[in-house]
DNA sequence: CCAATTTGACCAAC
DNA sequence: GTTGGTCAAATTGG
């Protein structure tokens, strides 16, 4: 069905631009990390270089506010069902008059949560598809609206969009906005493992002075996980991006989370290790998302809470959140 | 028959 | 007035 595919839209940054602010940034990361652990190891070195450090963290989060992420906002691509569906054979159109009592209301507010994209549609979630709409941005390309399936039994309030990628059509930029709080046997994730090695907590991204930004490379799923046990062991866990459930995030960890990035391939930070090969986390939050506690200006601490999802995958808290939007589900693949 | 999708209408936010 | 998110009747496939 289909949906016009191939159309390019017009919007926000060339792609290209886009990977030029993304190579751009990781250098000044780069040369972050080097900075804060490396190279210089003297006080002296550290102390005259704090305004260059300054001036490098300046120079990622402008960039990460750019207008070169207006691409990835959503707006941008066209929505295409991929699960075959149904189809209408004839549309008949209206069916009278019938006046909904209260509803139809704008987008709910649900917290943004993060923004892929994939070629895959599948993303081990059961959604149903409740609207499609032609978008401003892309006339040519229907934006599609899902919901979660388990809505209606379980209140499960997580929402996607889904549009198909302006600059590749074969792909799929796809918001979440909400969390899952459905519990389907189907995508339960597995139960934290009540004994691992000690060593495996190293894993666990951490910007704490205790531990300092010691982190590597760890499967998203892990990394949750350990965060459940670190905080199990660890009452008074140090600052880390899974523990920042406020958007406000102090400058030391600001610059820590910086340097993290350094230390990782660039893939780690706009890449791919969601949940398929062909999936990678390109942007936060929408240039437009409402972020809570006011912190949509243009300071630094406004604009890295949305850094945690570049970073490849969402942190939160989980399960035992109260019922409120100040958590980002951990369990989605 | 039931569940899922399609699609125009409704309505709140710009 | 326009735009975008949601609703719900109509429709379709299993």
């Not at 990835?72 to 991929?82: A, L, T």
């Amino acid at each position: 069905m289909a949906s016009p595919d191939g159309g390019v839209g017009d919007g926000g940054a060339e792609p290209h631009e886009v990977m030029d602010d993304l190579l751009e940034m990781r250098e000044q990361a780069a040369m972050l990390h080097s900075m804060l652990h490396g190279t210089s190891p003297s006080s002296c070195a550290a102390a005259a270089s704090t305004r260059q450090l300054n001036q490098l963290i300046d120079g990622v989060m402008s960039r990460l506010q750019s207008s070169s992420l207006s691409v990835m906002s959503p707006g941008g691509g066209g929505g295409r069902r991929g699960s075959g569906g149904r189809k209408k054979k004839g549309t008949k159109a209206v069916a009278g008059p019938h006046r909904r009592s209260s509803s139809g209301r704008r987008r709910s507010k649900s917290p943004f949560v993060r923004m892929v994209t994939t070629k895959e549609l599948e993303d081990g979630r059961q959604w149903r598809k409740y609207g499609q709409k032609h978008i401003q941005d892309s006339p040519n390309n229907p934006r599609s609206y899902y919901r979660c399936t388990h809505r209606p039994d379980q209140g499960c309030m997580a929402t996607k969009q889904v549009q198909t990628s302006e600059s590749n059509s074969s792909e799929f930029v796809i918001s979440y906005y909400g969390e899952h709080t459905c519990r389907d046997p189907s995508t339960i994730p597995f139960v934290v493992e009540a004994e691992a090695p000690a060593a495996d907590y190293a894993n666990l991204i951490s910007f704490g002075s205790s531990g300092g930004a010691s982190t590597s490379r760890v499967d998203p799923l892990r990394q949750s996980r350990h965060r459940l046990m670190a905080e199990a062991v660890d009452p008074t866990p140090s600052c880390s991006f899974a523990n920042c459930h406020s958007p406000v995030l102090s400058s030391e960890c600001a610059s820590e989370a910086a340097a993290l990035s350094s230390s990782l391939p660039l893939s780690a930070v706009v890449g791919s290790a969601v949940t398929t090969p062909s999936t990678s986390i390109v942007g936060s939050a929408p240039a437009d998302y409402d972020w809570p506690s006011g912190l949509a200006g243009g300071d630094m601490a406004g604009s890295f809470p949305s850094s945690p999802s570049s970073l490849g995958f969402m942190t939160g808290s989980f399960g035992n959140l109260p019922g409120d939007d100040d958590d980002m589900f951990g369990f989605d693949p």
